[in-house]
């Protein structure tokens, strides 16, 4: 079993940066590719960055390409997100997730665990 507890998330203007952080424990880190997940009021739970173990590899959405940049430091089994440039349509919560194996994903359900969440509000 894997705990993952995010922390980072809050209210910040158009154009600011955040960076939020999953803690992981329970298992050993380096076992999982990790991956950023978020969702809307109203709108479905959508892929936005994931890492694998090494941190060698990441895959982004088409819509944070470019501003958003996820890393991880297996020494402190932390998985991070720095967000730039932030927009209102970023606005939701954000889902830190991991799951077994070499290789990163873009759909949810293959990953294994979750946290409890983490909001972020982009005012414009």
């Known amino acids: 079993q894997v705990q993952l507890v995010e922390s980072g998330g809050g209210l910040v203007q158009a154009g600011a940066s955040l960076r939020l952080s999953c803690a992981a424990s329970?298992?050993?880190?380096?076992?999982?590719?990790m991956g950023w997940f978020r969702q809307a009021p109203g709108k479905e739970r959508e892929f936005v960055a994931a890492?694998?173990?090494?941190?060698?590899?990441?895959r982004y959405g088409d819509s944070v390409k470019g501003r958003f940049t996820v890393s991880r430091e297996n020494d402190k089994n932390t998985v991070y997100l720095q967000m730039n440039s932030l927009k209102p349509e970023d606005t939701a919560v954000y889902y830190c997730?991991?799951?077994?194996?070499?290789?990163?994903?873009?759909?949810?359900?293959?990953?294994?665990?979750w946290g409890q969440g983490t909001q972020v509000t982009v005012s414009s």
């Open positions: 329970g298992r050993t880190f380096t076992d999982y590719t």
């Open positions: 997730a991991g799951r077994g194996g070499a290789f990163v994903s873009t759909v949810q359900s293959s990953y294994d665990y």
């Open positions: 890492i694998t173990r090494s941190g060698g590899t990441t």
